[in-house]
């Protein structure tokens, strides 16, 4: 069962351009909504997260969009820069301790 | 800055092995977790550990796996006969609380079983 789902598999985005990475999930309990950034070889970092009480989070040139009727949240990377290429994952949890991973995002930031 | 690490960075090991992975936690953290992520695919839960046992589970984490804390530092995954499937690369994490706060993952121990 795949409770959080996430594309697209890869993206590519020139320089200075918006990344945006979509998640929906299933489960109405989920009420926290963390997006997670790997780099190779690395484990991953916590970039940014969302409560279901907001429906919009920002941190410098990153945002989380969070629809909770559709059930769908998402990342946008505003300005991309090589630097962000990486790959990034959502997640969903319920107990705030276990978390439900998307399939992950490898981002490709073009010079 | 304080991380977590994990050793070894690679282990291989034959079908049917034990194999135990080490973790070292960030140190004032008291919540620790395993995940594991096969190639190519999501992160997985495992496991999560407070106050010396197990907190949360997943159906992944059936009776060849245990995890310890066998000192004020350390904190262990045992997979106790390796199989196949079990090749993917483990990540330890911890938090200073439970509940949303933010979840500190090591670099990961790839385990290869052939």
């Known amino acids: 069962q795949q409770q959080v789902k996430q594309s697209p598999q890869s993206l590519i985005v020139q320089k200075g351009g918006i990344s945006i990475i979509n998640c929906a999930y299933e489960?109405?309990?989920?009420?926290?909504f963390p997006w997670y950034q790997q780099f190779p070889g690395k484990g991953p970092a916590l970039l940014i997260a969302?409560?279901?009480?907001?429906s919009e989070k920002k941190e410098g040139r990153f945002t989380i969009s969070f629809n909770k009727s559709a059930k769908q949240f998402s990342l946008h990377i505003m300005d991309s820069q090589p630097g962000d290429s990486a790959t990034y994952f959502c997640a969903a949890s319920d107990t705030g301790n276990q978390f439900y991973f998307g399939t992950g995002t490898s981002l490709t930031v073009i010079p | 800055e304080p991380e977590v690490t994990q050793t070894p960075s690679h282990q291989v090991t034959q079908m049917g092995q034990e194999v135990i992975l080490r973790c070292v936690p960030i140190s004032n953290h008291l919540y620790f977790y395993w995940y594991r992520q096969i190639l190519g695919q999501k992160v997985e839960f495992l496991v999560s550990f407070y106050n010396n046992e197990i907190s949360e589970k997943s159906e992944i984490f059936d009776d060849q796996f245990s995890v310890e804390r066998p000192d004020g530092s350390n904190f262990t995954l045992k997979i106790r006969s390796t199989k196949l499937e079990d090749s993917a690369m483990y990540f330890c994490?911890?938090?200073?609380?439970?509940?949303?706060?933010?979840?500190?993952f090591g670099p990961g121990t790839r385990l290869t079983v052939l």
């Open positions: 994490a911890s938090s200073v609380a439970s509940s949303y706060n933010e979840q500190f």
């Open positions: 969302i409560r279901p009480d907001v």
């Open positions: 489960n109405t309990a989920f009420d926290y």
